[in-house]
């Protein structure tokens, strides 16, 4: 792979008190990365620094004071801030929410403008990263607001694909989001990501119900058969192999999910309290939707074993070969049908 081919990857810490800066130097500790692709941090290198001895790494860590100075082969540190700041690994504070805020607003920037390819986010708070500039229930809105499009957050593996209806909203305002014009909007969604990003030309797609059991006819409820199952059938008749409603246990209970390309799921616990149990630190969550890519590992803070060395960082690693994957699928999507008639 030529230097004009290596993809730049821009990669946010998330909160300097949790594992963030661990996963990255870990992942990159390997040389061998830096073949697949070129890594931009949006940090400090005194962060940086903090783990490294931390660690007791060897790595090398390349300062850098602007995007111009981006070199090949090295992890490239854009210091965002000069100033000391005090890391205290495993603890909540508002310092850990000031500077995953400082990061993740400059590395999406540099997203918004084209000077990275993609975007790897480390995991953030999303208690103590609220502030006058960040309003937003986590990445995924938050980015939303930033790029072009319309978000859906998928958490996945290889062999299983999980979008939500709905996202960070409270159990008791779901039956309210849930409406036709969302689902299709969602399957249109999670559809053309299907088919752009993981190059599916004929996507299958189950939907899962609402109530437990799908309402049972309607003893525990009427919005899969009144408002659901109606949705799926209009979507349907548009030729996608869009299927359900069905009940969420016995669906992932029976690995009726492996008959699917993906699922969608009404609310969040729904879809990725299963995907979870079955993946986790396998899986990656990727936010289809916008006109530029994002993934992340599938996991918070872990502030329980932060500044310990013991991170496992198979998932962040994972989330960056995914980012790298989807956006070449994604080119060669473009390249494949912008002058399909010609």
């Known amino acids: 792979m030529t230097s004009e081919d290596k993809?730049?990857?821009?990669?946010s810490i998330g909160?300097?008190?949790?594992?963030?800066?661990?996963?990255?130097?870990?992942?990159?500790?390997?040389?061998?990365?830096?073949d697949f692709c070129t890594p931009i941090v949006f940090g400090s290198s005194k962060s940086m620094m903090f783990y490294k001895k931390m660690l007791n790494s060897n790595i090398h860590i390349h300062n850098i004071n602007n995007l111009n100075q981006i070199t090949e082969?090295?992890?490239?540190?854009?210091?965002?801030?000069?100033?000391?700041?005090e890391i205290t690994p495993g603890k909540t504070n508002e310092i850990g929410g000031k500077y995953a805020l400082n990061s993740l607003t400059n590395a999406a920037n540099a997203l918004k403008s084209g000077k990275?390819?993609?975007?790897?986010?480390?995991?953030?708070?999303?208690?103590?990263?609220?502030?006058?500039?960040?309003?937003f229930a986590g990445h995924t809105e938050f980015l939303e607001d930033k790029?072009?499009?319309?978000?859906?957050?998928i958490l996945m593996t290889d062999e299983l694909k999980v979008g939500l209806i709905t996202g960070h909203i409270p159990i008791s305002e779901i039956t309210t989001s849930i409406t036709s014009e969302l689902i299709k909007s969602k399957v249109e969604i999670l559809y053309e990501a299907l088919v752009k990003d993981f190059q599916i030309t004929k996507?299958?797609?189950a939907v899962l119900g609402l109530n437990p059991h799908c309402g049972d006819k309607g003893v525990i409820g009427k919005e899969d058969d009144e408002l659901i199952r109606p949705t799926i059938n209009e979507i349907q008749q548009e030729g996608k192999l869009v299927y359900g409603p069905f009940a969420a246990d016995g669906f992932f209970g029976?690995?009726?999910?492996?008959?699917?390309?993906?699922?969608?799921?009404?609310y969040h616990d729904q879809g990725l309290a299963p995907f979870k149990a079955l993946s986790f630190g396998k899986g990656i969550n990727y936010t289809a939707g916008l006109n530029r890519i994002r993934t992340s590992p599938d996991h918070g803070t872990a502030y329980e074993i932060a500044g310990k060395g013991v991170a496992d960082f198979s998932s962040f690693k994972e989330a960056l070969f995914k980012a790298i994957e989807i956006y070449k699928k994604?080119?060669?999507?473009?390249?494949?049908?912008?002058?399909a008639l010609k």
């Open 147 to 153: 790029l072009d499009g319309k978000s859906l957050m």
């Open 7 to 11: 993809i730049k990857v821009g990669i």
């Open 330 to 339: 994604r080119e060669n999507h473009m390249s494949l049908t912008q002058n």
């Open 116 to 135: 990275v390819d993609v975007l790897l986010t480390a995991p953030i708070n999303k208690e103590n990263i609220q502030s006058t500039e960040f309003n």
């Open 15 to 34: 909160d300097i008190n949790g594992v963030g800066i661990e996963l990255i130097i870990k992942t990159f500790s390997d040389k061998r990365m830096f």
């Open 203 to 205: 996507p299958k797609i």
């Open 254 to 266: 029976s690995k009726t999910y492996k008959q699917y390309d993906a699922v969608l799921a009404m």
């Open 73 to 85: 082969g090295k992890l490239n540190v854009l210091n965002c801030w000069k100033e000391d700041v």
